[in-house]
């Protein structure tokens, strides 16, 4: 499959060269895989084929839930007077919610959140310190948090993260947000503590960022070191030549990660080994059998 066409032509916001990329199976699987299937098929295609309308149309039901889910979300927190904020969930171009619903919640308000939702139908639980899940059949599983944290490491603490927020309107619902630096700061710092990867979505979204509003969000000069190795990795040609989406190379991750978490006191053992073979995982399952962590099959939701 030619790679360097396809990845140019969805940055470049334009159709592929037929001559060059065939539309199978694997392309659409690729289209997936980089989270632009549904951008592709409705606003870049010249010549859309039956999967891409399928796609649409498949897309556009995904996206009624997510709507019916962020309706009922700010009906019951208004009601309730909790404040909220929708966090990595957005979309920056036209595609669609897939998945969950990831929002911040203040610490105040993080069990009042889960005690109502309870008492609206759904089934909530504190899967993580400082995480909750909330699930109800025919909605998006929502997901509110505390502070950016992977388990036991925390990388922004609640205070910071209410200082980068901006409002939207979705339909006739106004939204608070977190920005789209604050997004990005979130993808690209679960590269490594994830593990995650960057994928074609992502690099939209990065081309639309203030990176020097990126590098204010946190004072930390570690977290800061850590998004400028992957803001370096990606101004690389042969990033784009190759097949995404892309994990971090593995003598970067590994001296990141005997630096940054294997030296650190306040980790416990069991953490600093899961995170180390989490990555290997997660990385070769898909190098050996193209399959994603939290990838969605549409066909099955």
Known sequence: MNYKEINKAILS???????????????????????????????????????EKWIIKRGEELNER?????????????????DFLLYKTHKYIPEVVDGDIDLFVKEKDFQKFLDVFHGE???????????????KDGY????PHINISWNENITLKENDVWNFTEIIKIKEINIEKTTKEMDIFSFFTDVFYGPN????????????????????????????GDLDKIVKQLQFDKTLNTKL?????????????FKRIMQNKKLSQPFKFKILIYFFYWKYRYLLIDKLPFSHNWENK
């Open 140 to 143: 998006c599983i929502t997901e």
């Open 245 to 257: 989406p892309v994990f971090l190379d593995n003598f970067n991750y590994l001296k990141w990660w």
């Open 13 to 51: 916001d334009r159709d592929i060269d037929e001559n060059l990329v065939k539309k199978d199976d694997k392309f659409y699987q690729y289209l997936f895989n980089n989270k632009v299937a549904y951008y592709y098929s409705k606003c870049l295609s010249k010549n859309q084929t039956e999967k």
């Open 121 to 135: 139908g759904f089934k909530t639980e504190e899967d993580e310190p400082g995480k909750g899940k909330c699930e």
């Open 66 to 82: 997510y709507y019916k889910t962020l309706k009922l979300l700010k009906d019951i927190c208004d009601k309730n007077n909790i």
């Open 197 to 224: 990867y960057v994928c074609l979505y992502k690099l939209l979204v990065f081309k639309q960022i203030n990176q020097k509003k990126l590098f204010e969000i946190s004072a930390d000069k570690n977290i800061q």
